[in-house]
């Protein structure tokens, strides 16, 4: 295998002339160059990554630890991220920390002994828990798709408030005022700003909120508790003609619920999700719901990390950037007779 030192004599170059050429330093002449590339290519010359990240104190490496890597929401983020990160050479490491902030406290570890020059991250409830940790690195961290109100950092995300009105305000246009909200733990950013908006919406039209319309799951995507709440609600003297559903994953587990009971829908409730699924416009009825622009969100956050990695965090106002989602209507809302 060909080392520096048999570039350096192809090309009759010095060593420290071919470090230059191949780490893209100081301003050489185009001959030399084209001379040491041409030996490169001659003796498939690998240069040694580990050495030169340790001389330049960088890997080219960047780390992303997202939420929940079985829910196809992540991979358009995820995607979007390698591609904005693969056109400026730098190779994605992606972790899953499966909502539990222990396992995102390890992959953060894990990413930090590799030496990665930056990271990408979807908090997880108990976030806060991490924050000591993430306080204490000297790498730029961009958080994508949730926020944190305590830890400072760059953050990517959707509105998730108006997308949430959005959804809502649609059902309240079609004649809905009995609506319940699903949503997945409030300690977790993203559910706390749809119930908001929920919220919103329903004192906009000034329509009162039956505590009972909003349902919280404790823990994520708990599908015994989703089905216990549906069947009650459904079953009960008042039971809403409309489900706002906080998430895909949520929107799924209601349908199954609904299917279970053997309610039709839209014609004995309307459902609406937020998060636009690659399945919600194939079922029957197709499903009406919130579009998240998942791709750039991924793209938006590889760039802002890239630029810190470039130009450094020191003086730099930290940017929170809410991109603004898409109602997608489809059948699965029906307009109530007046």
Known sequence: MANIYDVAREADVSIATVSYVINGKHNLNPET???VARAVEKLNYKPNRVARSLALNATNLIGVVVSDISNPFFSPIVRGIEDAAGRKGYI?????????????????????NHRVDGIILSPTSSFEKLENKLGGLDKPIVLINR????FKCDTVES??????????????????????????????STHLKRIEGYRAAMAEWSVPIRDEYIVTSPRHNDMEFIR???????????????????????ALNVLKSVNEMNLRVPEEVSII????????????????????????????????????IDHGTTGNKIRNIRLVPELN?????RALLS
């Open 273 to 308: 999700s937020f998060d636009e699924t690659e399945w919600a416009s194939l079922i029957n009825p197709p499903l009406t719901t919130v579009g998240q622009k998942t791709y750039k969100m991924g793209q938006t956050a590889a760039q802002i990390l890239l630029e810190r």
């Open 228 to 250: 216990k709440s549906v069947t009650g609600l459904m079953t009960g003297n008042k039971r809403p003609t409309a489900i706002f559903a906080g998430s895909g994953k949520i």
């Open 147 to 150: 926020s944190s109100t305590s």
């Open 159 to 188: 509105d998730n408030m108006l997308g949430a009105e959005m959804a809502v305000k649609h059902l309240l246009e079609m004649g809905h005022t009995r609506i319940c909200a699903f949503s997945g733990p409030l300690s977790v």
């Open 329 to 333: 209507i489809r059948s699965s809302v």
């Open 92 to 112: 994605v490491v992606v972790g899953n920390s499966d909502e539990d902030w222990e396992k995102a406290g390890k992959y953060l570890d894990t990413l930090i």
């Open 33 to 35: 160059v084209e001379k």
